[in-house]
């Protein structure tokens, strides 16, 4: 299978109707992770809206300290820094909802691109029949001079074709290419994601939880479900997935056994690895 058309900023450019997002774009061929090197250029104090984007990884990395599958010339590898001058207190909400929005702008990017709907399991990834399609892994520091900043990573498998995958990836995951049938042009794709996802930051920016987490909450496959949560190596929860919180945490009603003191209130759960139990 050949690869999709290269990657090209004059293309991606020429879709965006952002004023922030991807107005900078560094292009790389090769790259261990567009996140790594995110954060170096966050640190050289490059402005908010840059995104980084590879057409390989060599590194590429996953949450929780897994590898990210990233061959060339196929797929999205992109980082995008976020430095917004935010009071402290507005700080968390920011932080706390970033990775859900950015799931969020991602799976509305790929519906109007592909007309493919992916679902979301909570907090990020990126679903289509059951297998992931994409995954965002955000990573937050503070500059001396300029404060805090994100930055959001996003990879999600473009025109991969299944027999690319390793054994382990094979069941678990896809490419919009294999549900789709047909390339996907990985430049509208990109132009799309910034698009969504700086229209959505202007929603948290304003504190418009309200409309995020009913949109989220609509795409969330993991909500009425029973799950899992792993916390911690050997620490897990398992309960019925309830609601999203304020702040973008995932609440559970405790199988009851589990928790027997507490078997009607609910556990909030702000990091964690969910397996949707059947
Ligand atoms: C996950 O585990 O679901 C998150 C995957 C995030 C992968 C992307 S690819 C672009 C960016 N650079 C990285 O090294 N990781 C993220």
């Known amino acids: 299978m050949n690869n999709s ?5 004059d293309a991606i450019q020429a879709l965006l109707q952002t004023q ?3 107005r900078t774009i560094h292009l790389l061929e090769q790259t261990e992770s567009t996140n790594s090197m995110a954060f170096e250029l966050a640190a050289s104090g490059v402005p908010d809206g840059t995104v980084i984007v590879a057409e390989a990884q060599t590194a590429g990395r996953g949450r929780r300290g897994r590898a990210w599958f990233s061959p060339p010339g196929k797929n999205l590898y992109c980082s995008v820094i976020l430095r917004k001058p935010l009071a402290r207190d507005r700080w968390s909400t920011w932080i706390s909802w970033i990775p859900l929005v950015s799931a969020l702008s991602a799976a509305e990017a790929i519906q109007q691109v592909t007309s493919l709907s992916p679902f979301l399991k909570w907090p990020n990834d ?5 297998k992931k399609v994409g995954g965002i892994l955000c990573e937050s520091a503070t500059h001396p001079q300029k404060g805090p900043f994100v930055v959001v990573g996003i990879g999600v498998n473009v025109n991969t074709r299944v027999e690319e995958f390793s054994q382990n990836l094979r069941g678990i995951a896809t490419s919009l290419l294999e549900e789709r049938s047909r390339q ?6 990109l132009a799309s994601l910034l698009n969504e996802l700086e229209s959505r930051l202007t929603i948290l920016l304003e504190e418009n939880i309200g409309s995020l987490s009913q949109a989220y909450a609509q795409r969330c496959l993991t909500l009425g479900r029973q799950v899992r949560v792993t916390l911690a190596p050997g620490v897990s929860i398992e309960g019925l997935a309830h609601s999203i919180g ?7 009603l405790p199988a009851a056994g589990l928790f027997p003191t507490q078997a009607q ?3 909030e ?3 964690g690895d969910v397996v949707h139990l059947h």
Not at 5 to 9: C, F, G
Not at 126 to 130: D, E, G, N, T
Not at 246 to 252: Q, V, Y
């Open 5 to 9: 058309s290269p990657l090209t900023v």
């Open 20 to 22: 922030c997002l991807g």
């Open 126 to 130: 990126l679903l289509l029949h059951q």
């Open 184 to 189: 996907v042009d990985r430049c509208v794709l």
């Open 246 to 252: 304020s702040d973008g945490s995932l609440r559970i």
């Open 265 to 267: 209130s609910l556990v």
């Open 269 to 271: 759960v702000r990091a």
